[in-house]
């Protein structure tokens, strides 16, 4: 397995590909969230195996609500049942969960699931698993200036280190990811982070995300741990 050294210390996994794997098996889009939801669990529990200290799941985006109502529906109910399940692993192994993007048009019982969630591992620093919903790269810059703009900050005094702590990963003690994964072949980053990706890696992969293993990810890991970083240098 790859050295302790070479490891990346934040991944991103773009999660992509759901609706057309069920669609491929003829069976209704939401059994793909299902299956999707099963492969992720295995791929955050190999992820903290490995010694990855943080993980990002981009799970709904700021687009995603141009979905159908049911679909909607679903997810945000899936969503909390997913927090639930989170939270008791969160709390066995110490895992500090925090939620990217905006909460106001979350429902008011995901909304309060999200906040029990973060209170709750709020003092753990070891391990991260970040779970963006209703989040967009863009729609986090704007969020961010306006929290300059509404705050006794100077806008004039805005440098590359302090605007860090408007974004919503200002928590997090390593907020660029080194690694970014997608699934379902497509290759482009959509907006995900676009402020702190800007010297990230990317991976893409042809597969499905409900077919995407521990194995796979593992494979990943050790093309990036082959790849020179050089920040531009």
């Known amino acids: 397995m790859v050295s302790s050294q070479l490891l990346p210390k934040h991944i991103g996994i773009i999660v992509d590909g759901n609706r057309r794997w069920a669609k491929e098996k003829n069976l209704p889009a939401l059994e793909g969230h299902r299956q999707g939801f099963i492969a992720l669990r ?34 945000m109910k899936f969503f909390e049942k997913m927090l639930d399940s989170y939270l008791k692993d969160a709390m066995k192994n110490k895992i500090r969960i925090i939620h990217l993007g905006r909460k106001d048009r979350l429902n008011e019982n995901l909304r309060k699931k999200i906040f029990e969630t973060e209170e709750k591992t709020k003092l ?40 860090n702590q408007f974004l919503d990963t200002k928590d997090l003690p390593y907020p660029n990811p080194d690694l970014i994964i997608r699934t379902s072949g497509e290759m482009r980053t959509s907006g995900f982070l676009i402020w702190q990706t800007a010297y990230s890696e990317y991976i893409f992969i042809k597969k499905y995300f409900p077919d995407f293993t521990e194995d796979d990810f593992e494979k990943c890991i050790k093309e990036y741990s082959k790849r020179q970083r050089r920040f531009g240098k």
Do not use: M, P
């Open 124 to 163: 753990f620093n070891q391990h991260y698993l970040c779970i963006a919903l209703d989040y967009g790269g863009q729609d986090e810059i704007i969020r961010a200036t306006n929290k300059i703009f509404n705050s006794h900050f100077s806008i004039f005094n805005v440098t590359r280190e302090n605007f």
């Open 42 to 75: 295995k791929i955050i529990k190999k992820s903290r195996e490995l010694g990855i200290r943080i993980i990002t799941i981009w799970g709904f985006s700021t687009e995603n609500w141009n979905r159908s109502k049911e679909e909607i529906n679903y997810l």
